[in-house]
């Protein structure tokens, strides 16, 4: 089997030990007495996709870490059905609070070779006001047990943009981010999603965050600083020491194939989007019955994948590759979206280098309004 027609699989653990004050992720607390109910339907699930090879493996959430030590031995008895790709990468996401060494050695004999970690920031009276469960000594124990465990290749996602974060502490961040080794760094400005504690803060006028100017200092400062100390930025909020970047992540920013198991989650398959129920209690029936989650599905349309494919390959460094295009859809990309990056051409938010098509740093700061740009009118 070729590269090619192997798929990416992603699993979602919706369990959080606390919700964050920014989260709107479909993942909840209090709902521990599901936990165990939970795996045990989606380790169904995941026997539907015993026929195929994966070659990158994601269990996001929600807290993947804080699954209980059993949920865990269920887990990766499932897995011990699939086939995992021989070089395989194979993420775990985790939460510092929720680590304890025995959990991470199952994930280890799961076969788990990258561990996420979610951080945010390094100093804990901004992780207190986010809402985070954890303190910065609780991280580097964290990592430590990472470590010790042997998941040496190790993201870690910081968030800028915070309330009262200062561009001092966004530098010290990311500075001790870099001395500790890590081989990746996510850098997400912070959103303020409608529905979070956070939206309820700004209503009331008290989320006092960095103005957008202070916010566009920091995001340069970090592809600065992080190109510097020798982290590669290859997506708009990632950087990744040389080979390390996020195979699994490139499977989407490439729009390739991609399976989701779990509540919340989706997949990609052969131009059909299918979508799986984000409450977990509903997923657990759903399971019981029909061995899925799913709730919807729809096939795209040629424009819905074309269009998909500029939004997501836009988002990397180094754009689209006119010959992919072409390749993947029998058509050349001026023929489809000329008018729109000559215009972009013209103002620099797009530079096209011969081979491929991709944002400009001006176009990377007003991605969403160049991007709305590649939507095509459909009958
Ligand atoms: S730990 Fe992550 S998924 Fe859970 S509430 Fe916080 S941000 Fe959301």
Redesign the pocket.
């Known amino acids: 089997m070729s590269i090619k027609e192997q798929k990416a699989l992603y699993v979602h653990i919706p369990f ?5 004050d ?2 709107d ?1 479909p ?1 909840y ?1 209090g709902k521990e007495g599901l936990m165990l109910e939970y795996t045990k339907a989606l380790c169904n699930e995941l026997k539907k996709y015993k026929d195929f090879v994966f070659k990158t493996i994601f269990i996001g ?3 993947p870490t804080y699954l209980s030590y059993e949920c865990i031995l269920l887990l990766k008895e499932a897995f011990k059905e699939l086939k995992i790709a021989e070089n395989a990468e194979f993420t775990v996401e985790g ?1 510092p609070g929720t680590f304890t060494i025995e959990k991470l050695k199952e994930f280890k004999n799961m076969g788990v070779n990258r561990i996420s970690i ?1 951080l945010q920031a390094f100093q804990n009276e901004l992780l207190k006001d986010i ?3 954890h303190s910065e000594e609780e991280f580097l124990e964290s990592f430590k047990m990472a470590k010790e465990v042997g998941l040496n290749n190790i993201n870690v996602d910081l968030m800028f943009g915070l309330p009262g974060q200062s561009m001092d502490q966004w530098k010290e961040s990311l500075e001790k981010a870099v001395e500790l080794g890590v081989t990746h760094i996510s850098c997400y400005s912070l959103i303020v999603e409608e529905g979070t504690p956070f939206h309820r803060r700004a209503q009331k006028g008290l989320l006092d965050t960095p103005s957008e100017e202070i916010e566009r200092e920091m995001y340069e400062y970090t592809k600065k600083f992080l190109e510097k100390v020798g982290y590669n930025q290859y997506e708009i909020s990632n950087f990744a020491k040389e080979g390390m970047e996020c195979r699994h992540n490139l499977v989407y920013w490439n729009l390739e194939d991609y399976i989701g198991c779990g509540s919340g989650a989706h997949s990609f398959i052969d131009g059909e989007r299918i979508e799986n129920t984000s409450n977990p209690e509903e997923y657990i029936e759903l399971v019981k019955i029909n061995g899925t989650g799913k709730v919807d599905s729809f096939e795209n349309s040629e424009e819905d994948t074309i269009e998909e494919f500029m939004f997501m390959g836009l988002r990397k460094v180094e754009g689209i590759n006119k010959v992919n295009f072409e390749n993947r859809f029998k058509k050349d990309i001026y023929s489809i979206y000329g008018d729109v990056i000559k215009k972009h051409l013209k103002n620099k938010l797009i530079e096209d280098d011969g081979e491929n098509i991709k944002l400009t740093p001006q176009g990377i700061q007003l991605s969403n309004m160049v991007m709305s740009d590649f939507m095509l009118e459909k009958a």
């Open positions: 959080c030990k606390k919700k964050c920014y989260c992720f993942s607390s959430g929600g807290t939460n979610g809402g985070r469960i």
